[in-house]
C-alpha cells in the first residue's frame, strides 16, 4: 500500500480531468505485474512523467522516476518526490544514482528513465545515453520502452505552459519488454531504433496542423530539425558550465 503515492495519482487524474486531456493508451499489458523493470520514456514534456505511471496503474504499480537533483531540492516538489521514492539524479556524482536505481530494480522496482537526459526541442528521438542499458544488464531486468505524443502541447521547453482546459490528445504506446541480452552499446542502439518506430507509429493518428511549434519539422511544423536542436542544447550546455564554473570560481 502507498498512500502518498495513490494519493498524487488521484489528484493527477482530477487534473487531467479538468483540463480535458484525452488519453489513447496502447500496450499497457506489456508492463510486468511483477518484478523490476526499466521504463524508458521518450522525452518532449515537462509533464511526460505525469502521463508515463498510467499505463503501470493496468497492474496497480508505480514507477520511481530519475529525476533532476534540483527538484528533490525545492522546498515544495522534494517532499512529494521523496514520499514517492523516486530517485535523485546528482550529474556531480551519477555513480550514486545509478547504484540506487540499480538496487531499485533488484528490489523488484519499475524504474522510470529519460535516455535521451534531456527534453527534446526537436520532438524526434534524440540520441540515448547508456545508462538504461547498464542499469538493465546490471539488474537482470527487461527495458519496456515508452513513447508519449501530445505531451509538449501542453508545457515543454521554451514555450508557455498551457494547464488550462485544452482538451489535449495524448498517445502512449507501450513496447515489448525487450531482454538485457545484448552489450550496452548494441542494447541502447536496439532501444532507440525501436522508440524511433513506436513514435513514428504513433504519430500515423494523430492531427498534425502545419505550422505549429509543437510540429516536427518532418511532419511540417516549425520545430527545429534534430540537427538544430542538437546545436541549441550544446549552446545550453555551455552556458551552464560557464554559469558552474562561476559559482565555484566565487565560492573559493
Same mark, same amino acid.
Given at each position: 500500500?502507498?498512500?502518498?503515492?495513490?494519493?498524487?495519482?488521484?489528484?493527477?487524474?482530477?487534473?487531467?480531468?479538468?483540463?480535458?486531456?484525452?488519453?489513447?493508451?496502447?500496450?499497457?499489458?506489456?508492463?510486468?505485474?511483477?518484478?523490476?523493470?526499466?521504463?524508458?520514456?521518450?522525452?518532449?514534456?515537462?509533464?511526460?512523467?505525469?502521463?508515463?505511471?498510467?499505463?503501470?496503474?493496468?497492474?496497480?504499480?508505480?514507477?520511481?522516476?530519475?529525476?533532476?537533483?534540483?527538484?528533490?531540492?525545492?522546498?515544495?516538489?522534494?517532499?512529494?518526490? +521523496?514520499?514517492?521514492?523516486? *530517485?535523485?539524479?546528482?550529474? !556531480?556524482?551519477?555513480?550514486?544514482?545509478?547504484? #540506487? %536505481?540499480? /538496487?531499485?530494480?533488484?528490489?523488484?522496482?519499475?524504474?522510470?528513465?529519460?535516455?535521451?537526459?534531456?527534453?527534446?526541442?526537436?520532438?524526434?528521438?534524440?540520441?540515448?545515453?547508456?545508462?538504461?542499458?547498464?542499469?538493465?544488464?546490471?539488474?537482470?531486468?527487461?527495458?519496456?520502452?515508452?513513447?508519449?505524443?501530445?505531451?509538449?502541447?501542453?508545457?515543454?521547453?521554451?514555450?508557455?505552459?498551457?494547464?488550462? +482546459?485544452?482538451?489535449?490528445? *495524448?498517445?502512449?504506446?507501450? !513496447?515489448?519488454?525487450?531482454?538485457?541480452?545484448? #552489450? %550496452?552499446? /548494441?542494447?541502447?542502439?536496439?532501444?532507440?531504433?525501436?522508440?524511433?518506430?513506436?513514435?513514428?507509429?504513433?504519430?500515423?493518428?494523430?492531427?498534425?496542423?502545419?505550422?505549429?511549434?509543437?510540429?516536427?519539422?518532418?511532419?511540417?511544423?516549425?520545430?527545429?530539425?534534430?540537427?538544430?536542436?542538437?546545436?541549441?542544447?550544446?549552446?545550453?550546455?555551455?552556458?551552464?558550465?560557464?554559469?558552474?564554473?562561476?559559482?565555484?570560481?566565487?565560492?573559493?
Amino acid at each position: 500500500m502507498e498512500p502518498v503515492y495513490r494519493t498524487i495519482i488521484g489528484i493527477a487524474r482530477t487534473v487531467f480531468a479538468a483540463q480535458g486531456l484525452k488519453f489513447d493508451v496502447t500496450g499497457a499489458e506489456n508492463i510486468p505485474a511483477q518484478g523490476g523493470a526499466v521504463i524508458a520514456v521518450n522525452h518532449t514534456g515537462y509533464l511526460d512523467f505525469t502521463y508515463a505511471g498510467l499505463p503501470a496503474r493496468k497492474h496497480k504499480r508505480y514507477i520511481r522516476f530519475m529525476a533532476k537533483k534540483e527538484v528533490f531540492d525545492n522546498s515544495k516538489s522534494g517532499p512529494i518526490m +521523496r514520499a514517492l521514492k523516486h *530517485i535523485p539524479v546528482d550529474r !556531480g556524482a551519477g555513480a550514486e544514482s545509478y547504484r #540506487s %536505481a540499480v /538496487d531499485a530494480l533488484a528490489r523488484g522496482e519499475l524504474v522510470g528513465v529519460y535516455p535521451e537526459a534531456t527534453i527534446s526541442r526537436s520532438f524526434e528521438i534524440k540520441d540515448f545515453k547508456s545508462g538504461a542499458a547498464r542499469m538493465a544488464i546490471e539488474a537482470g531486468v527487461p527495458i519496456i520502452p515508452m513513447v508519449i505524443w501530445g505531451a509538449q502541447r501542453v508545457w515543454t521547453k521554451g514555450f508557455p505552459k498551457k494547464l488550462g +482546459r485544452t482538451k489535449t490528445p *495524448i498517445s502512449i504506446a507501450v !513496447g515489448e519488454p525487450i531482454a538485457p541480452t545484448m #552489450s %550496452a552499446g /548494441d542494447l541502447t542502439a536496439h532501444l532507440r531504433s525501436t522508440m524511433q518506430t513506436m513514435l513514428a507509429d504513433v504519430q500515423k493518428n494523430y492531427h498534425h496542423p502545419a505550422g505549429e511549434y509543437w510540429v516536427p519539422a518532418r511532419l511540417g511544423g516549425t520545430a527545429p530539425t534534430l540537427e538544430e536542436a542538437d546545436k541549441l542544447d550544446a549552446v545550453d550546455l555551455e552556458a551552464r558550465m560557464a554559469a558552474r564554473d562561476e559559482r565555484k570560481r566565487a565560492s573559493d
